[in-house]
Nanobody, 115 residues
């Protein structure tokens, strides 16, 4: 089983990034997928989640209207489009796959929003 995030980096405030999480080793289309983030000294928090068929999404209040989660089950990949980025969005972003009691995590990708 593997979840590999990509797309992180350094961006100026107001900029955009698109994160990807490529999955392998399990039946991706059956799993709820989520993006989480953890900033230094803070607890990990849910940013967004998406149901197995992609019709149900959920967002943290802090990112509503700015971030969009999507998935491509044919490519076993989940995405996080992040627009209007703020310095407070700086964190390590990780993806998670969940099906009942089974959970898989990726290693994370750093997002830094700074001028």
């Amino acid at each position: 089983v593997e979840l590999v995030e990509s797309g992180g980096g350094l961006v100026q405030p107001g900029g955009s990034l698109r994160l990807s999480c490529a999955a392998s080793g399990f039946t991706f289309s059956r799993y709820v997928m989520g993006w989480y983030r953890q900033a230094p000294g803070q607890e990990r928090e849910l940013v967004a989640s998406i149901g197995s068929v992609g019709t149900i999404t959920n967002y943290a209040d802090s990112v509503k209207g700015r971030f969009t989660i999507s998935r491509d089950n044919a490519k076993s990949t989940v995405y996080l489009q992040m627009n209007s980025l703020k310095p407070e969005d700086t964190a390590v972003y990780s993806c998670k796959a969940r099906l009942m009691s089974t959970t898989y995590w990726g290693q994370g990708t750093q997002v830094t929003v700074s001028s």
